[in-house]
């Protein structure tokens, strides 16, 4: 098969289409006949070499999440039959014409997506279903903060709060992109590069904070976050440490916490993928959330496709396709 794989750590040029063995599901497993591929930060992370794989994932080939075909199925696989059209959260592998992926982390495609939809959507889901009412607990009628609101997972978390009943805010880094949160759900979008969101918002404003950001945002969400408020980590792209008023913190009794990933068991991946689908299938049946494509690849060039990520101007997600 062909594959996109990571030959040596670097910028997109390093991405490389080469030919792999087609890979064999274990029991447990189904084999995916890849239509589309989503692109994640985690992928950039990984052509950087600072984001290897986990142990038992292909090393050396990117994607985290794929929509297709099942071609074939392990001898202990029940839920799903050849030729059953899902979409898939994977560890690694998805940039290539056939990846394998636990039956327990495969969902149906929804009634009416394309494959390109449908890859738009495990990794992003997950990850705000985890992190945003899991971690954050976040509930009706509370007002909930996202950084980074036009990427795939800010675009995902706007739709998915509104749908939850919340009073969505967001922060982008251009007018157009505060318009398409906006569009999408959120009733205030302020742009980092113009406006200071703490003044914008006001102390004791937010039960719920979703930060990408990391590094100087850490102490402002302290002080905007209400009595009882949550702030919840999942990246920390302007860096990992950042100061902390610990009795504002105990005042206030705000939680802190972070996830990732990549890493957890399959289990409970498993126990993620059934919530996704009793809580996100009935919002996606009912139109109240669909992802957001920004652009999509043919699968050789995913270097543009990683070149236009780290460039920061898509609004919404980025597919590779076979």
């Known amino acids: 098969m062909k594959a996109i794989v990571v030959k040596k750590s670097g910028p997109p040029e390093a991405l490389e289409l080469a030919e792999r063995s087609q890979p064999n599901p274990a029991s447990n497993e189904v084999l995916i006949r890849v239509k589309a591929a989503g692109v994640n930060r985690p992928d950039i992370l990984q052509r950087q070499g600072k984001y290897p794989a986990p142990p038992g994932s292909p090393q050396d080939i990117p994607g985290l999440e794929v929509a297709g075909i099942i071609e074939a199925l392990g001898n202990q696989v029940k839920t ?14 998805g940039y290539a014409e056939y990846s394998v992926a636990n039956a327990a982390h495969c969902l149906p495609i929804p009634k009416g997506f ?15 279903i985890h992190n945003v009412f899991d971690l954050g607990g976040l509930s009706n009628g509370e007002t909930f903060l996202v950084h980074g609101g036009s990427s795939g997972i800010g675009t995902t978390a706007v739709q998915l709060a ?161």
């Open 114 to 128: 394309t494959f390109i939809e449908a890859a738009g959507l495990p990794e992003t889901v997950f990850t705000v």
């Open 80 to 93: 799903w039959k050849i030729g059953d059209q899902v979409c898939a959260l994977v560890s690694g592998g």
């Open 162 to 322: 509104k749908a939850q009943g919340a009073h969505v805010l967001a922060t982008a880094g251009s007018k157009e992109k505060c318009q398409a949160c906006e569009r999408l759900g959120a009733v205030q979008c302020i742009n980092y590069r113009e406006n200071d969101f703490e003044e914008m918002l006001g102390r004791d404003s937010v039960d719920v904070v979703l930060d990408m950001i990391g590094g100087p945002y850490f102490e402002k969400h302290v002080r905007l976050l209400k009595t009882n408020g949550r702030m919840v980590s999942i990246n920390v792209m302007e860096g990992r440490f950042g100061k902390l008023d610990i009795f504002t913190m105990m005042r206030k009794r705000v939680l802190i916490t972070g996830s990732t990933l990549r890493s957890r068991s399959h289990d409970f991946k498993a126990i993620l993928t059934q919530k996704v689908q009793e809580k996100v299938w009935p919002w996606i049946d009912q139109g109240l959330f669909s992802p957001v494509i920004h652009q999509t690849f043919p699968l050789a060039e995913a270097r543009f496709a990683h070149a236009l990520m780290e460039e920061s101007t898509h609004i919404g997600k980025i597919i590779l396709t076979n």
